[in-house]
C-alpha cells in the first residue's frame, strides 16, 4: 500500500502488485536494412533496435512468417517497418498491405511513416472515409497501404482487377492487432486472409504484431492458415509499474430495488472511476478510464466534469468521451487533442485499447474486468510507455467474475495469459467466405485445403443455388455479392437523427438497436442526453429530442432455446454435460425507467419489438430431479448458477460476458430434465462454448467457490444477480446454486 500515491490509499483497495522497471537489450542495425531508413530512424531518436525487433524483422526479410507477441509499448511496428519500408526502398515495384482492426489505428500507423519523411516510400491509408479520387491515386502510387479487414473484404477483393498492382506485386501483408480478432470476427478475418492470399500473384510474407497471449504462434498460424514462428522475448526497457484492485464500497443502508430481495449492492464501478478520473485530472495526472460500454463512457467523463466544476472549473474542457458511433470528424479531433496533450483525461471504450501511440500517458482506469488477461494488460500497459512508470486502477464491478478476481490476485497476475479463440471451420462463417470467394475468382477442388472446406459444403451450396459447378470450378451464381456481417453489428448501422433538425447526430449497432435505441431509451452523446421518439428498423433511423431525464433506461427481454444436435457429451450417472447447436429466440419485450442516483426502479413499460433468432452452439448441463432433491426452489437454484457460470467464464475462455447468453429451466421440453445451458451469442458459435465444455472443472470451481465464499446472505450483484437479466433477478436461491454446482462437481469426471 505504501507504494500508491496518497490520493490512492483508501480502504477500497484489496491488493496492489508492484513491477520493477527493467533495461532494454539493443543490438546493431540488420545489415540488410536500407541506409535511408536507418537515418531516417536515427533522425527520429531511435539510435538502435531492441534484439525481438531485429530478430522478428530478420526473419519477415528472409521471408517466413513471424508473430511478435511483446508487451505494450515494446516497439512492434519498428519489427515490420523495417523490411517493409527496406523492401519498398530497394524494390520500386514492391508493395506493403497493412491491415489494423481500427481506422483509428491506421492513420496513427501512416503518421508514423510520413514523419520520417522517407523519399520513395509513398503511404496512404484507405478506408470507407477515403474519397473515390484519393482511392484512384492510392490504387496507381501507393507503395504501403493502410487499411482495415472491412475494406479488403467490401471493396479491395471483390474489386481485385483495379488492385491488380498492389496484389501482383505484395511483398508483405501487416497484421497489427492480431490478438484482437478473437471470436466470430477473427473467424471472418482468417477467411479474409484466405481470399487474399488466393488473389495474390506471389506469395506475400505475413507479419503480425500481438499482445502478449497464449500461444500465439498456434493462433496466428490458424489465422493466415499457414505455420509461423514467434518473437515473444521482450527486450525493451520498462518504468516501474503499480497495479492496484479497488472495491466500491457498499452502498450505506439502502438496498437496490433494480435487484431482487433487497440485495446489498456496492457503488457502480462507473461512479467510482468517474470520481478517481476526477482525482487524477485534478493533480495534471494524464489518464485512460476504460468503460465496458459506450454509455458508460459518456457517464463516466459527465461525471468528471462535474467533480472538476466543483474543485477546478477550468479543467473540465480537459475531459471527453471517445466511443464508436461517433462521427469521423468527431473522432479525428478527439485523437490529435489526446496526441497533443490538450485533453487531461479521456473515457474511452476498447475503441483506444489498440497501439494509437498516446506519449505521457501516466494512469489507466480500468472499469471493471475487460474479459481476458491479454487485454487487461493490453489497457494497463497505455500508462508509462517510453520507459515511464505507470499507474493502473482496476476498480471491480458488482459481479462475479470482478468479484472472484480482485480477490484471487493471483488469477489475475500469476496465471499464463489466454490463448486468442476463434473457430475458422464455423460453418456460418465458412459458407459465406466460399461464396464471396466463387465471387471473386471460381473455385476449384486446391482451394479447399486453403478454406479448410470438406467438398460436401461446395455440394450443400450447390444444392442451395448460391453456387453452380462447372468442369472449370463453382461460380457465384448471384449478381449481388454474398451478404457478411464482419463484426456481428445485426445489420446496416442505424442512424441516430434529432427529430427537430434533421441533424445526423451518431451511429448505432443494428445489434443493439433494440436495447438501447427502443422507443423511450435515454442516449448519450458527447454529454448531451437524448430521449428516442421512435425506432424504425426497416430504415435503420431512430428519432431522438434532447432531453435531460433523472433517470435512465434498461430493456427486459425473454428467451427461447430449442437443442438441435448434440456434438459431444459426458455420461456421468445422473449428470449429463453436453456440447450441441442450439436455436435461440430472444425478444426485447419492455423497459425500466431508473432513478439516476440510487437505481430505484420507476416502473415498467411494454414495446412492441420483433423476436430475433440465433443459431449458434451452447455447452449445457443436465441434472437428475432425485440428485438434487433436497434443493427446494430447483427453478431459482438452476438460474442463480447459470447466472455465476456465465459471469465466470471468462477465466477460462477469452470472451467478454457479454459475448455469452444462458438459459435455465426446471424441465427443458428437449432434455427432459433440470438442465443450465451457456450459450455463444453469435452465429454458429465463437468457440466460447466449446471450451467451457473441454475445460467445465476448472471453470464450475470457481463458479461454485465465487458464491459459496460471498459474504452476503441470499445473493447479490458479487456472486448470482445479473445485471442484463431479463427476468429481474427472479427467482434466485443462492443456497441452492451451490448446492447445484457441487453436484455437478462431485460426478463429473
Request: glycine share 8%; net charge negative.
Amino acid at each position: 500500500m505504501h507504494r500508491l500515491p496518497e490520493w490512492l490509499r483508501r480502504d477500497q483497495v484489496t491488493h496492489v502488485e508492484v513491477f520493477p522497471a527493467r533495461t532494454g537489450t539493443t543490438c546493431e542495425w540488420p545489415s540488410w536494412t536500407a541506409p535511408t531508413l536507418v537515418n531516417a530512424l536515427t533522425e527520429a531518436g531511435i539510435a538502435a533496435p531492441w534484439e525481438h525487433q531485429t530478430l522478428a524483422a530478420t526473419y519477415a526479410f528472409e521471408g517466413r512468417d513471424v508473430v511478435i507477441a511483446t508487451g505494450t509499448g515494446s516497439g512492434k511496428s519498428l519489427a515490420y517497418h523495417l523490411p517493409a519500408l527496406t523492401t519498398v526502398l530497394s524494390q520500386p515495384k514492391s508493395r506493403v498491405l497493412y491491415l489494423s482492426p481500427t481506422k483509428a489505428l491506421a492513420i496513427d500507423q501512416l503518421r508514423a511513416i510520413q514523419a520520417l519523411n522517407i523519399s520513395g516510400v509513398r503511404a496512404a491509408a484507405c478506408d470507407g472515409d477515403t474519397l473515390r479520387e484519393q482511392r484512384d491515386w492510392i490504387r496507381q502510387h501507393a507503395n504501403v497501404v493502410l487499411t482495415n479487414p472491412d475494406l479488403l473484404h467490401h471493396s479491395l477483393m471483390p474489386q481485385h482487377d483495379r488492385w491488380s498492382g498492389l496484389l501482383r506485386h505484395l511483398r508483405y501483408v501487416i497484421v497489427d492487432e492480431s490478438h484482437s480478432y478473437r471470436g466470430v470476427f477473427g473467424a471472418h478475418v482468417a477467411h479474409i486472409l484466405r481470399r487474399l492470399r488466393r488473389l495474390t500473384g506471389n506469395r506475400p510474407t505475413f507479419i503480425l504484431a500481438s499482445a502478449t497471449s497464449g500461444d500465439p504462434a498456434a493462433s496466428a498460424t490458424k489465422l493466415i492458415g499457414r505455420p509461423v514462428i514467434a518473437v515473444t522475448e521482450d527486450s525493451a526497457p520498462r518504468g516501474s509499474a503499480i497495479f492496484a484492485l479497488w472495491e466500491p464500497p457498499l452502498l450505506p443502508g439502502q438496498p437496490d430495488a433494480a435487484f431482487a430481495d433487497g440485495a446489498p449492492v456496492r457503488r457502480s464501478a462507473l461512479r467510482e472511476t468517474g470520481d478517481l478520473l476526477t482525482d487524477a485530472i485534478s493533480r495534471g495526472i494524464r489518464t485512460l478510464a476504460f468503460v465496458p460500454s459506450r454509455r458508460g463512457a459518456e457517464v463516466v467523463a459527465a461525471q468528471a466534469r462535474r467533480g472538476l466544476d466543483e474543485v477546478a472549473p477550468d479543467l473540465g474542457r480537459q475531459v471527453a468521451a471517445y466511443r464508436a458511433g461517433y462521427l469521423p470528424e468527431e473522432r479525428r479531433a478527439l485523437e490529435q487533442a489526446l496526441t497533443k496533450g490538450e485533453l487531461t483525461g479521456l473515457a474511452t471504450t476498447n475503441a483506444l485499447e489498440l497501439g494509437i501511440d498516446v506519449t505521457g500517458l501516466d494512469a489507466v482506469l480500468l472499469a471493471g474486468y475487460p474479459g481476458t488477461r491479454s487485454a487487461m494488460w493490453q489497457r494497463a500497459g497505455r500508462a508509462g510507455r517510453a520507459g515511464r512508470d505507470g499507474l493502473c486502477v482496476l476498480i471491480a464491478r458488482d459481479d462475479p467474475l470482478d468479484t472472484y478476481l480482485i480477490h484471487h490476485p493471483a488469477a489475475l497476475f500469476h496465471t499464463p495469459i489466454e490463448a486468442t479463440v476463434f473457430d475458422p471451420e464455423n460453418p456460418y462463417v465458412l459458407a459465406p467466405h466460399l461464396c464471396s470467394a466463387a465471387a471473386e475468382k471460381p473455385l476449384t477442388l486446391d482451394d479447399l485445403a486453403l478454406f479448410g472446406a470438406p467438398r460436401s459444403l461446395l455440394d450443400e451450396l450447390v444444392a442451395q443455388g448460391a453456387l453452380r459447378h462447372r468442369p472449370t470450378g463453382w461460380y457465384w451464381t448471384h449478381a449481388r455479392r454474398p451478404e457478411i456481417d464482419l463484426r456481428g453489428t445485426g445489420g446496416p448501422p442505424i442512424a441516430v437523427i434529432e427529430a427537430a433538425t434533421g441533424r445526423l447526430i451518431g451511429t448505432a449497432d443494428a445489434g443493439s438497436a433494440h436495447h438501447h435505441l427502443h422507443a423511450g431509451a435515454v442516449y448519450t452523446h458527447q454529454g448531451r442526453t437524448f430521449v428516442v421518439q421512435q425506432l424504425d428498423l426497416e430504415d435503420a433511423v431512430a428519432l431522438v429530442e434532447i432531453d435531460n431525464p433523472p433517470f435512465t433506461t434498461h430493456a427486459r427481454d425473454t428467451t427461447a432455446l430449442d437443442v438441435l444436435n448434440v456434438r459431444s457429451y459426458v455420461d456421468a450417472g445422473p449428470i449429463g454435460l453436453f456440447l450441441g447447436e442450439v436455436e435461440v429466440t430472444s425478444q426485447v419485450v419492455s423497459f425500466q425507467r431508473r432513478r439516476m442516483d440510487s437505481g430505484e426502479v420507476l416502473g415498467t413499460w411494454p414495446l412492441d419489438l420483433p423476436p430475433r433468432t440465433l443459431r449458434t452452439v451452447a455447452v449445457w448441463a443436465t441434472i437428475a430431479e432425485s440428485a438434487v432433491s433436497e434443493v427446494e426452489d430447483l427453478p431459482g437454484s438452476l438460474h442463480a448458477a447459470e447466472h455465476a457460470a456465465i459471469g465466470l467464464l471468462p477465466l477460462v475462455a477469452s470472451c467478454d460476458r457479454w459475448d455469452i447468453g444462458g438459459l435455465s429451466t426446471a424441465c427443458h421440453a428437449d432434455t427432459e430434465a433440470p438442465t443450465i445451458f451457456v450459450y455463444d451469442g453469435h452465429p454458429g458459435g465463437a468457440g466460447f462454448a466449446e471450451r467451457a465444455f473441454h475445460m467445465a472443472d476448472a471453470w464450475l470451481i470457481a463458479t461454485r467457490d465465487t458464491v459459496k465464499s460471498c459474504a452476503c446472505e441470499r445473493g447479490c450483484p458479487s456472486c448470482v444477480q445479473s445485471p442484463k437479466c431479463g427476468n429481474g433477478n427472479n427467482p434466485l436461491d443462492k443456497r441452492g446454486a451451490v448446492t447445484v454446482l457441487s453436484k455437478i462437481l462431485k460426478h463429473l469426471p
